[in-house]
């Protein structure tokens, strides 16, 4: 076993007792994550693929057997080896019942330590093993070697064979379409792949254009053609932002889903259709079935298999990744000798936020290949959000209104007078956005 590669997390109250586990299984080659009490673990078990807990039963506010619980029941392939210094046979069986593989006695010896982390390891090792099969960078024409984005790729592999409804959730420019279509190619299939941005086709219109019409449906309608929906026939149909869809339309899609056939505008005639569908969201839908905008049972249709993904912020040396990935493709693509970035501003991309996620690093980047005079791409080369100003901060001994206005402005320029970006950052919506822009304005010409 390859002990470099297996995270134990060592779960104790006792500083003592958790130094000597952690010296023990470092000293093996483990990689050690400790915490004093169940919250602190259970955030480390969120953010870390762990694959053995190690626990003291008690322990204050929360004791151990509330997180044997929690691991057994929300990880798979997680070994629970629990420890305790009151020891009884109540105990012993409870924990064993509730998901704890083995039962270890304080004090203990460091044999008796790794025979009882071996036992535990090697009944999840089959599972493990299959969880961290390690997956190329450029799996499915997705770059990402962070956990978040090897829990991607590990649904993706499980789903693209399937025909089951997939619903993709995540911020914009996350990447919902390169996982639709990976889905979609992943299973080396010739059929059709069919992508519809629903939040960009009006609604009055996208009736005809997901089921098509028959000559004579409405004015204009000069002749029949087939919709989204038949061109899928046989493979995907990709819903993008399928949240902005009317309630009339969630009821059509509903009864594609269901019964597999749709009525083209203007006919009578149910058509018959083999499609799967993959949907898209970058809203929380629960939050809008909650409001009344939209329908519950279509949602719980398209819940059969969902993938969430991260945000860049999230990705940690994804970035660093992406960056060389882009910046090969845009050298190339302009005649270019490969550019690259010092640490200094690699440090600034990882430390921005990326409100646009994967989409603003990749306009960043060919932005900045076509820029860039040499090789080197330096901090003084980025945009001014990526950069150091000391002469921004102008105290706050200033009207609330000032400031609002001198921060309204920071995220218009930072956003190149995008404004439906600047909202975004500013958690307004357009129309609010405009009408404080024009306030300022005037503030500005009455001065």
């Not at 629903?198 to 997901?210: A, K, M, N, Q, R």
């Not at 660093?320 to 550019?339: D, N």
């Not at 402005?409 to 009408?435: F, P, Q, Y």
Request: include cysteine.
């Amino acid at each position: 076993m390859n002990n470099s590669n297996t995270n134990v997390l060592v779960v104790d109250d006792s500083v003592e007792t958790i130094e000597l586990i952690k010296r023990n299984l470092e000293a093996a080659s483990f990689r050690i994550y400790t915490a004093h009490q169940v919250q602190s673990a259970i955030a480390i078990l969120s953010s870390v693929d762990i694959d053995l807990v190690i626990t003291d039963l008690k322990m204050p506010e929360q004791n151990g057997m509330q997180l044997v619980r929690h691991v057994s029941e929300n990880y798979k392939h997680v070994g629970v080896l629990v420890i305790t210094g009151f020891p009884s046979i109540e105990g012993a069986v409870h924990s064993i019942k509730i998901g704890a593989e083995e039962y270890l006695v304080k004090p203990f010896t460091e044999s008796e330590l790794f025979n009882s982390v071996e036992r535990v390891l090697s009944k999840t090792l089959k599972g493990r093993k299959q969880r961290n099969t390690k997956i190329d960078a450029h799996t499915f024409g997705i770059i990402g070697t962070s956990e978040p984005m090897l829990k991607v790729f590990q649904t993706i592999a499980k789903a693209k064979t399937t025909n089951a409804t997939v619903l993709i959730t995540g911020e914009s420019g996350t990447g919902k379409e390169l996982v639709a279509r990976a889905l979609h190619y992943g299973s080396g299939t010739q059929t059709p792949f069919v992508p519809v941005n629903c939040g960009g086709i009006p609604d009055s219109l996208l009736e005809s254009e997901l089921f098509g019409h028959v000559k004579g449906a409405f004015t204009g309608a000069s002749e029949t053609r087939a919709g989204f929906f038949q061109t899928a026939d046989g493979g995907t149909i990709f819903l993008d932002e399928i949240g902005n869809t009317s309630m009339a339309m969630q009821a059509k899609l509903l009864r594609v889903l269901q019964d597999k056939e749709f009525y083209m505008v203007g006919s009578k005639k149910a058509e018959k259709v083999n499609v799967r569908v993959v949907a898209a969201s970058n809203v929380d839908l629960m939050e809008l079935v909650k409001k009344g905008l939209f329908r519950e049972d279509l949602y719980y249709r398209l819940y059969i298999i969902t993938i969430h993904l991260p945000p860049l912020r999230e990705r940690g040396d994804d970035i660093e990744l992406l960056t060389s990935h882009f910046l090969t493709k845009y050298a190339k693509e302009l005649g270019k000798q490969e550019i690259h970035f010092t640490d200094k501003a690699m440090k600034a991309l990882k430390a921005h936020d990326w409100p646009g996620n994967v989409r603003e690093l990749q306009n960043l980047i060919h932005r900045l290949t076509i820029l860039v005079e040499d090789d080197i791409i330096d901090i003084p080369d980025l945009p001014e959000a990526f950069r150091y100003s000391a002469y921004q901060d102008r105290g706050a001994d200033r009207p609330l209104v000032e400031i609002e206005h001198e921060y309204i402005m920071k995220v218009l320029g930072t956003h190149r007078n995008n404004i439906s970006r600047a909202a975004r950052t500013l958690g307004i919506d357009r129309k609010t956005l405009r009408e404080k822009i024009k306030r300022i304005r005037k503030s500005a010409t009455e001065e």
